[in-house]
């Protein structure tokens, strides 16, 4: 009796293990006017699983984990649709609703724009990214996009009224990409951009996909996707990361911007317009113009290695998350970084003297905690901002959250 009831729970064990590695999402796509609608494509935005709906409007997105997923729907006459789908223990089904694109029902007026292709380039520099995967990039219909510039905020902004299609030549994909915001303000020199990508395989010779599952794995190893994915797992240190922290203090040789401005206009005044080489005001004026270009702050960085029971935390099942004071200072140590990062980049991180030209990336907290999942997706993508070479990696360099590595294969 008790060997049959073991073998019962153990047969439970395996089928409860086995039905939550292998969830999925069903559903059924209609008009405004309650009608079904076929043939609407339907992704999983940061994977390559999609489908097309049948002639009842129905899908099924199957062999999905625990996780967060946003469902993409594209059909043409609607506009895009998306929705948010968490998967915990059991399958989900949704009911999706599309509406009319009003635009492309009426004629659309195009109002010429002398500065759209500067600003398109800016975009696809910020976008796309400058890295040699983002040369063999193409965004194949940029007409989607709207651009705008802001010459006092000094901030571009772009956005999509469709899905941005991007053939990827270096790493053999077609990206669907759905855009919500793209903000680059050339003052502070930070970039922000957030979207919802699918991925397709594209069609190539042999040769070409060898070259292709090269350039995914290069991709791949290093990136935030590979850290996090790693960090779940408790293998960040095998899988070559070392996390330190970085903290910041106040610079306290820089005077206060009230006192160095006071300064500045002090001297300016004393001139009275002329400029008076080797004059005891003009070299005040100097000094004190140095002096304003110092740094707000100094950067610290603890060495001391961040062990992983300390700073991961179990929030539910499926889902982790970290919090932390300061900054955290991420060394990839199984590459180091390229000629075309350090030279043109302007991204590059300052390190030790003693520490070889590993990849090094900063992650900033804006919201906490940061939570993710075992494929290394984030819940919040919003909730940090990305220093060094994973602000420097961008579309070009992504893969897929369901892409799996020679190694785990």
């Given amino acids: 009796m008790i060997k049959r009831l073991c073998s019962s729970l153990l047969l439970l064990f395996v089928f409860v293990s086995v039905s939550a590695q292998n969830l999925s999402i069903t559903g059924v796509v209609k008009d405004k006017k309650g ?29 999905l984990k625990t996780g967060n997923y946003d469902v ?25 609703v599309l509406q009319e694109n009003s635009i492309a029902l009426n004629e659309v007026v195009i109002r010429t724009d002398p500065n759209r292709e500067k600003y398109l ?24 996009l709207n651009i705008d510039f802001d010459n006092e905020a000094q901030t571009l902004t772009v956005k999509s009224s469709d899905f941005l299609v991007i053939e990827n030549k270096a790493l053999g994909y077609k990206m669907r990409y759905m855009l919500q915001l793209f903000e680059y303000n050339l003052k502070t020199r930070i ?34 996707q590979h850290f996090f994915k790693s960090l779940y797992s408790g293998t960040s240190k095998e899988n070559g990361f070392i996390i330190y922290k970085l903290a910041k203090i106040r610079n306290e040789q820089r005077p206060a ?60 099942l499926g889902l982790k998350s970290i919090n932390f004071s300061d900054e955290l200072y991420v060394m990839y140590t199984n590459e180091r970084e390229t000629v075309n990062y350090t030279n043109t980049s302007g991204q590059s991180i300052n390190r030790p003297l003693d520490i070889p030209n590993y990849q090094i990336s900063i992650i900033r907290l804006l919201r906490s905690p940061v939570s ?37 294969k």
């Fill in 35 to 63: 009608e079904t609608i076929p043939g609407a494509g339907v992704y999983l935005s940061n994977y390559k699983n999609a489908t097309v709906t049948n002639t009842d409007g129905k899908f099924v997105l199957s062999n």
């Fill in 72 to 96: 993409l729907v594209q059909m043409m006459g609607f506009l895009p649709y998306t929705k948010n789908v968490i998967l915990s223990d059991k399958s989900s089904r949704i009911e999706i």
């Fill in 121 to 144: 380039n800016m975009f696809k520099e910020f976008f796309i990214g400058k890295t040699p995967n983002s040369a063999k990039c193409k965004i194949l219909n940029p007409a989607v």
């Fill in 191 to 224: 970039v922000y951009f957030a979207g919802l990508p699918t991925f397709e395989d594209l069609k190539g010779s042999n040769s070409k996909k060898n070259t292709w599952k090269k350039n995914r794995e290069l991709a791949y190893h290093g990136s935030s």
């Fill in 257 to 316: 911007d009230t006192v160095i401005d006071q300064n500045i206009r002090r001297y300016m005044a004393l001139q009275h317009g002329v400029i008076r080489i080797g004059s005891v005001e003009n070299d005040a004026l100097n000094y004190w113009l140095k002096v304003k270009q110092m740094p707000k702050d100094m950067s610290i960085l603890n060495r001391s290695e961040i062990l992983l029971d300390t700073l991961v935390r179990q929030k539910y």
């Fill in 372 to 408: 993710f999942y075992p494929n290394g997706g984030t819940h919040e993508p919003k909730s940090m901002l990305f220093e060094g070479f994973w602000a420097y990696e961008k579309i070009a360099d992504s893969v897929p959250m369901d892409y799996i590595p020679n190694s785990e």
